[in-house]
């Protein structure tokens, strides 16, 4: 991690963050994400961030290079996870599950 990216957001950025942290129910890693955002453009080293909003270094420098490239919306969303491929249809899932949930056979 030898690229240091620098966070400046604009004013409309910051009041949204703050308005995001100030009320009304959101993910934690949402919150957590806004949190490093605004401390970042406050100046505060990302060991200092790391600590404070009690994530890793990594977590921190992930963030602020997903607002460098992209902007607030992709720093704050949750990225693709890779998994396996589902194995069931929802067709195949319903019927699964209307069979486990009827009466056994007398």
């Known amino acids: 991690m030898n690229v240091r990216y620098r966070v400046e957001l604009s004013q409309i950025e910051r009041t949204e963050l703050r308005a995001l942290l100030s009320g009304g129910k959101h ?3 949402k919150l957590k994400r806004a949190q490093i955002l605004l401390a970042a453009d406050a100046g505060t080293s990302d060991e ?3 600590r404070s909003v009690g994530v890793s ?3 921190v420098y992930r963030t602020k290079r997903r607002f460098v490239e992209g902007n607030l919306e992709r720093a704050l969303s949750e990225e693709p996870r890779p998994g396996a491929e ?3 249809t929802g067709k195949e899932e319903a019927l699964l599950v209307a069979t486990a949930c ?4 007398k």
């Open 86 to 88: 589902r194995k069931l």
């Open 102 to 105: 009827a009466s056994p056979p």
């Open 57 to 59: 270094s990594s977590t």
């Open 48 to 50: 200092g961030i790391a």
């Open 27 to 29: 993910a934690s890693r």
